[in-house]
């Protein structure tokens, strides 16, 4: 990924740009309202994605007991893959709780930074989105990306890994006090 160094066609720098668009979208899911909230929080779905936190979590320490040469990509995957789905419905649930629109065009990373900036969330999580993001397309599309240079190992793997075992605690919390669990 480049350092958002560049300019567009109307001579405006490309970083900032950048980061007026997630200001902008960031602005846009807190305005909304309560009503427009169409998927309900679950307590047998935060569970089920719970395990899939626990099984990114196994599958991260099985991998480490393997000799580098051993190791297979498609448990790496499975465990990216798991991790962003942990990560996008904790959330999805952190979003609701606050009465904000539940994004469904995976911009989570805007969803993360909006709850992080309202002082809803203690840390920002929207690096680990926009990451894991990238990680989890890598892994489900293989070379049918856009981005084909997106590559991660296991060190990547247990960054993303324990920033949303952080986001548990973090939304797992709020949920309790919400009574929702």
Not at 18 to 36: G, H, P, T
Not at 86 to 94: P, V
Not at 138 to 159: C, I
């Amino acid at each position: 990924m480049g350092h958002g160094y560049g300019w567009d066609q109307q001579g405006l720098p490309l970083r900032l740009l950048q980061q007026l668009r997630i200001s902008l979208n960031c602005a846009k899911i807190f305005l909304k309202k309560e009503k427009e909230i169409i998927m309900p929080f679950k307590k047998t779905d935060w569970k089920l994605f719970c395990e899939r936190l626990l099984k990114a979590r196994i599958a991260y320490d099985n991998l480490m007991k393997l000799e580098k040469k051993n190791r297979k990509g498609a448990e790496l995957d499975d465990a990216i893959n798991n991790c962003w789905m942990f990560g996008e419905f904790a959330l999805n649930a952190a979003l609701e709780m606050n009465k904000m629109t539940v994004p469904q065009d995976h911009t989570q990373h805007v969803g993360a930074k909006t709850l992080f900036q309202a002082g809803k969330l203690k840390r920002d999580y929207s690096k680990a989105f926009e990451e894991l993001g990238l990680y989890r397309k890598k892994a489900t599309y293989g070379s049918y990306v856009k981005q084909r240079s997106t590559h991660y190992s296991t060190a990547e793997l247990l960054k993303c890994l324990e920033e949303m075992e952080s986001l548990h605690g973090e939304v797992e919390a709020l949920l309790e006090k919400e009574k929702k669990l």
